[in-house]
């Protein structure tokens, strides 16, 4: 089992930066591969970034892939999303989720993630 809770959302200027982050309970985080996920409002929860249990292997979505950066640090239980040029389309909630064991890394498809934030508001404004 794992607890996930996300911070440091907000509201930001067109070309600004965020940093979010996703602090995880339990001993197990290191065992998990770690996703960052957004919802709009009307719009599919959709991929938004990957990194593998070593922190080693990252993998984006097409749309925010050279802006975004998607980190962890297992000795704190923590996973990272650094968002840059960002542009008033990544407005949404974002979710920081914990992949499930049955599923190969790399996963983008939210029902393979068992275990979910409560998620964390980013608006950008134009």
């Known amino acids: 089992q794992v607890q996930l809770v996300e911070s440091g959302g907000g509201l930001v200027q067109a070309g600004g930066s965020l940093r979010l982050s996703c602090a995880a309970s339990?001993?197990?985080?290191?065992?998990?591969?770690m996703g960052w996920f957004r919802q709009a409002p009307g719009k599919e929860r959709e991929f938004v970034a990957t990194?593998?249990?070593?922190?080693?292997?990252?993998n984006y979505a097409d749309s925010v892939k050279g802006r975004f950066t998607i980190s962890r640090e297992n000795g704190k239980n923590t996973v990272y999303l650094q968002m840059n040029s960002l542009k008033p389309e990544d407005t949404a909630v974002y979710y920081c989720?914990?992949?499930?064991?049955?599923?190969?890394?790399?996963?983008?498809?939210?029902?393979?993630?068992?275990?979910w934030g409560q998620g964390t508001q980013v608006t950008v404004s134009s």
């Open positions: 989720a914990a992949q499930g064991s049955s599923w190969p890394w790399p996963s983008f498809k939210a029902h393979e993630y068992g275990y």
């Open positions: 339990g001993r197990t985080f290191s065992s998990y591969a």
């Open positions: 990194i593998n249990w070593s922190g080693g292997n990252t």
